[in-house]
């Protein structure tokens, strides 16, 4: 059938066609405190440090509370790290919020996540990564003006047509990509923060003076500051997405949330910091490529060198979104919540090539229809809507079920400050500042209700489907496996 629950045995023929695969597909396997740190760290790390400062700062009004909003998202992903490491450590299982929900709520909210998710959320992170490193890879050449929209769309496409093929060819290169890219986020970072220091040891600090002057206190744009912040704080849950390949996951998880997140809310203080002593807020304001600007204005001729830095750093970022973004997409296939198309790999690539196909499908649509910031907070309000949710099973299970096996225990009064400020951050916009898009999403995930009834509670499956389903599987040469080979 088109939709049904993997089964977890394979015929012999296909074991053996996969057992040959199974080396390079489990890049992740047996991931240690350093790697689980890395992984934490190097997703985090990437677009949106160098978009979002001008648009906390445009929403906070004041250098000082943007830092603030800053501070507080550092806090809160280390918040809703800690809570998600108590649950990786009960329902010892990948797949992230998806199979919380599933276990915890069961199948009809999973299924509303996973239909989100695929659709709308991991496309839209996709399509905003690529937006972010088309306008840093088009930016050296329109000095002193905006760079036109359509070229930097185009390049955003290219970028994820380029992602398409290198993912779906080759599952080493794509890693190497990625661990190539993350040193240069890392030494992009640096560059800004030194010279950052140095611009404060000359004594540039008027940015600094009266800096709390002109602050917003409206709760919706409070509200949609945290959004643009949290964005940059994106990958805080990302070990959970692999808890079943975490060396003693109980310890690993928690640990490495302790390490990762704190030294990448430092990171982004000081490069924000970096950025204000270099520009005047009105500067930053009026930056579309705020690290580009502050490279014109510390590095003089070396400027191209933040422009490349960033642009590789975004490329690699947006590569690691792609890689892991069949993961969800495959799991909720496995329990019968997608189509079978979209579990299967292909049979040389050992790839999960439709997952791949589709994701990048509908980040093309992402990019033709949104910008930077607006795909950037329907993403967060989708984002923080499941994760209030996910943690609301935390605290279910820590109330009616405290005799689970738990090896590390978050106290009760973090995760209920996490799902007090994700219903701030899903009601406040709403209440403030109401826009039909919002009410566009809601209906979206409402949608799901259509498909989920006939598709997978009643098992009923269409014969095109089906015969849709054997079509793509000869073009696409990709053929069922078990959920150890991906």
């Known amino acids: 059938s088109t939709m049904r629950r993997r089964k977890t045995t394979d ?7 996969l057992g040959e695969g199974k080396e390079k597909l489990r890049l992740k396997q047996e991931v ?12 985090m790390i990437g677009s949106g440090i160098f978009m979002s400062p001008e648009w906390v700062l445009y929403y906070m009004g004041s250098p000082a509370s943007s830092l603030l909003i800053w501070a ?39 299924f509303l996540f996973a239909y989100t998710s695929v659709i709308l959320v991991r496309p839209a992170g996709l399509a905003a990564v690529c937006l972010s490193f088309a306008e840093y890879a088009v930016a050296p050449f329109y000095p002193g003006c905006s760079s036109p929209q359509v070229v930097i769309k185009c390049t955003a496409a290219a970028c994820i047509l380029l992602l398409t093929i290198i993912n779906c060819l080759n599952v080493r290169l794509a890693t190497s990509i990625m661990n190539i ?5 890392l030494l992009a970072l640096l560059v800004i923060v030194v010279g950052g220091l140095v611009l404060l040891a000359k004594g540039q600090t008027q940015s600094f003076q009266n800096a709390f002057q002109n602050t917003t206190a409206g709760v919706g744009a409070v509200g949609v500051a945290f959004y643009q912040g949290l964005w940059s704080y994106d990958g805080w849950n990302n070990l959970n997405y692999v808890t079943e390949e975490l060396k003693k996951p109980e310890v690993t998880l928690p640990r490495a949330v302790m390490i990762a997140i704190p030294l990448v809310t430092c990171l982004y203080l000081l490069v924000n910091v970096s950025y204000l002593a270099a520009m005047t807020p009105s500067e930053l304001l009026s930056s579309e490529a705020v690290a580009v600007t502050w490279g ?8 191209w060198l933040i422009s490349l830095s960033v642009a590789l750093s975004t490329f690699g970022s947006s590569n690691g979104t792609f890689f892991s973004g069949g993961r969800v997409c495959y799991i909720a296939a496995r329990e019968g919540h997608m189509p079978d198309i979209l579990s299967m790999a292909h049979v040389r690539c050992l790839t999960p090539s439709p997952a791949l196909l589709f994701t ?7 990019i033709i229809s949104g910008n930077f910031t607006s795909i950037v907070n329907f993403f967060s309000f989708i984002a923080w809507l499941f994760y209030g949710m996910t943690i609301s099973g935390l605290l279910y299970l820590k109330i009616k ?5 738990r090896s590390y225990k978050v106290p009760i009064i973090i995760p209920v400050i996490v799902l007090i400020a994700a219903v701030y951050l899903v009601v406040a916009p709403i209440i403030d500042q109401p826009q039909m898009e919002i009410l566009y999403i809601v209906l979206f995930i409402l949608s799901g209700i259509i498909l989920y009834f006939p598709l997978v509670r009643f098992k009923w499956h269409p014969r095109f489907l089906e015969k849709l389903t054997l079509h793509l599987q000869l073009f696409l040469e990709v053929a069922p496996t078990t959920s150890d080979a991906i």
């Open 11 to 17: 015929s012999p023929r296909s074991s053996t066609d």
């Open 32 to 43: 240690g405190l350093i790697s689980a740190v890395s992984l934490i760290a190097g997703t």
């Open 72 to 110: 507080a998202c550092g806090l809160l992903a280390m918040f809703g790290a800690l809570s998600y490491a108590e649950l990786g450590t009960v329902i010892k299982e990948s797949g992230g919020e998806y199979i919380y929900i599933l276990r915890i709520f069961g199948s009809f909210p999973a």
């Open 181 to 185: 890219f993350t040193v240069a986020k």
């Open 296 to 303: 014109d204005k510390v590095l003089g001729s070396w400027a």
């Open 360 to 366: 990048s499908a509908m980040s093309l649509i992402m």
């Open 401 to 405: 079920k405290p005799e689970l096996p």
